[in-house]
């Protein structure tokens, strides 16, 4: 498979949050597959001593969520950061045709910046070109001008601000806009 979706459970907004969750999906849009999965707990603290930073508002943001998903952040089987991002690099270049990996998340301004900036910051490049960065939003925004609604075609399951959870759910998102718009008007290969 060649498509792959990352989800991040973050503390701050900006490009340097601290990460505390890890999500990849790979999954193929055109056969309508999800492959295999990745999800791995950080640990808060090794992230903010690699450079993470904490926003205020997310903090009481998460604070407000309900408790399995506030466990989630706080869980003691976290693993330090280094370790995180190296086990999504060999998850990314086992999952997909590398170098041509194309990766997904829900907004290119969240999550692929921010597990970017934290591979910077502890010296790791990321196994994918910039220029094979998908948005789901954008896909989403041309569903709906064609007159479908995703957020009621493809139904939820799980615990939502669970990485894993919302990076199968966006995968799914993505297959079913894909399957519905694009593959009808695809050709088939000559024979």
Excluded at 24 to 42: L, N
Aim: proline share 5%; net charge negative.
């Amino acid at each position: 498979m060649q498509h792959i979706m990352i989800d991040l459970e973050t503390m701050g907004k900006s490009p340097a949050a601290a990460i505390v969750a890890i999500a990849a999906v790979s999954f193929d849009p055109e056969e309508g597959v999800i492959g295999k999965q990745f999800y791995q707990r950080v640990n808060l603290k090794s992230s903010v001593e690699h450079g993470g930073t904490l926003d205020a508002d997310t903090v009481k943001w998460w604070m407000r969520q309900p408790a399995e998903a506030r466990s989630e952040v706080i869980s003691d089987d976290a693993v330090d950061i280094k370790r995180a991002i190296g086990e999504l690099g060999c998850f990314i270049l086992r999952n997909s045709q590398h170098p041509d990996a194309i990766l997904w998340a829900r907004g290119t301004d969240f999550d692929i910046p921010i597990i970017t900036s934290a591979m910077e910051r502890i010296g790791i490049t990321p196994t994918w070109k910039f220029w094979n960065v998908r948005d789901v939003r954008t896909l989403e925004h041309a569903a709906i001008a064609a007159g479908m609604d995703p957020r009621t075609a493809v139904t939820f399951e799980g615990q939502k601000h669970h990485a894993l959870n919302d990076a199968i759910h966006q995968a799914k998102t993505v297959i079913h806009i894909w399957q519905t718009l694009i593959k009808p008007h695809q050709q088939e290969p000559q024979l």
